[in-house]
Every structure is written in structure tokens, then in C-alpha cells.
């Protein structure tokens, strides 16, 4: 199984920066994700690393560490429409996603 | 991208009944699909996986007579919460898994949020 640890909540301030922190223990690694999850709705895709290193996209980046069991993704340029949750997950070799509990991220004019 | 729906939306029903959500891929070809469940404030657990022709393999602690799973064809799965109770409302979400050029994704369904009263 994989245990996925990311932070409960995190607040920034309009045209900020939040760096969301995730890290995890797997028994079998085939890539992390991040997903964006707005109340009551289903997640939507945001990035995908499967190699150490920084994926940019946009004004949302996802960096990873295999050896270190750490990743991040950071949201640039915030705006009000990003307050939502951030979901990491880890894929296994099943194909199987384990997901963290979510990082609800609240952005304040 | 890959569009994944959900039918119902939202049901509401009486303690003690069945209930049959949808999930249908209407692009693409879904050989697996998964299910995952979400109770409020909390992370998505998978429930199980679907196999196109085959049983679904449950994860642990999943009661496979309560959830029933069937995949009859390559754009159609159905969960099927037999027997109803309140502990069982929450959100249920279905997923896709899909080629993306370097790597494989999950595309997710709208979700359908059930209500046992």
C-alpha cells in the first residue's frame, strides 16, 4: 500500500505563491500526480512526473523526488478561482491510484 | 481530453434499497475503470477495479455483495449499492484509465452523490 502525507490546509494572498508539499511511502512506484478538486465536484488533471525533476505547466509546476519520496507543486500567480483542493496521488504498478487526503487551498483578495 | 460521465448526478432513496450508477466513456474504449468513493473532508478510496469481460477485483475491506460491479462492454460500467443504509451516502467517483501519449491517466467522471435516508 502507499501512505500519502500532504498538508490539511494552506492560505495565500491573490498573485501569491504556494508551494503544496507531498510525500509518501509506496510499495511499488509508476508515477505521482496532482489533481485540482473544487467542492463537490469529480478531480481534474494537473501534472504527472514519473521522473526526478521539475514539470512546468503554465502557472502550475510539480516537482518530484524518487529517492527522497517527495514531491511538490507549486502554484504560481494565484488567483481566486485556485481555491480548491490538491489532491496528490501515487500510481502502483497496477495502475492503482492512492491518494493523499488533500490540501484545501484558500486564496484571499 | 477523454470525457468519462456519470449518471445519476445525484440520487436520494430509502434505507434498505438498490442503487445503480453509471459510468460510461463516451470517446474512448474503457478495457479498466475504477471506482472510488469519498466521504466528506476526506481523501478518494478506491473501492474497486472493473475488467471489461471479467470480475472486479475488490480492495480490501470493500464487501463485493454490497457493491456490485459489472462491465458488460468497453464504454459501460455500473456499481450497483445493494441494500442501502445511511453509512453507505457519499460521493461516488469513476475513473478511466487512458493512454495520454508518454503515460497512462486517469480521466474522472462527474460523481454522483447518494443519499440513503
Known amino acids: 500500500g502507499q501512505n500519502i502525507d500532504q498538508p490539511t490546509e494552506m492560505t495565500a494572498t491573490e498573485g501569491a505563491i504556494v508551494q503544496i508539499n507531498c510525500t509518501y511511502q509506496t510499495s511499488g512506484f509508476n508515477g505521482l500526480f496532482w489533481y485540482q478538486q473544487h467542492a463537490g465536484e469529480a478531480p481534474t488533471f494537473l501534472s504527472y512526473n514519473v521522473l526526478d525533476g521539475l514539470e512546468e505547466k503554465g502557472r502550475f509546476s510539480s516537482f518530484l523526488s524518487r529517492s527522497k519520496g517527495y514531491s511538490y507543486l507549486l502554484l504560481k500567480e494565484l488567483q481566486m478561482k485556485d481555491s480548491a483542493s490538491y489532491l496528490c496521488a501515487v500510481r502502483d504498478g497496477n495502475y492503482k491510484l492512492s491518494f493523499g487526503a488533500g490540501t484545501t487551498v484558500t486564496v484571499r483578495a | 481530453g477523454a470525457v468519462v460521465s456519470q449518471h445519476p448526478s445525484r440520487v436520494i432513496c430509502k434505507s434498505g434499497t438498490s442503487v445503480k450508477i453509471e459510468c460510461r466513456s463516451l470517446?474512448?474504449?474503457?478495457?479498466?475503470m475504477f471506482w472510488y468513493r469519498q466521504f466528506p473532508k476526506q481523501s478518494l478510496m478506491l473501492m474497486a477495479t472493473s475488467n471489461e469481460g471479467s470480475k472486479a477485483t475488490y480492495e480490501q475491506g470493500v464487501e463485493k455483495d454490497k457493491f456490485l460491479i459489472n462491465h458488460a462492454s468497453l464504454t459501460l460500467s455500473t456499481l450497483t449499492v445493494t441494500s442501502a443504509h445511511p453509512e453507505d451516502s457519499s460521493f461516488y467517483i469513476c475513473s478511466a484509465d487512458v493512454s495520454a501519449g508518454a503515460h497512462n491517466e486517469q480521466f474522472f467522471g462527474p460523481g454522483t452523490r447518494l443519499t440513503v435516508l
Open positions: 470517446d474512448f474504449q474503457a478495457t479498466t
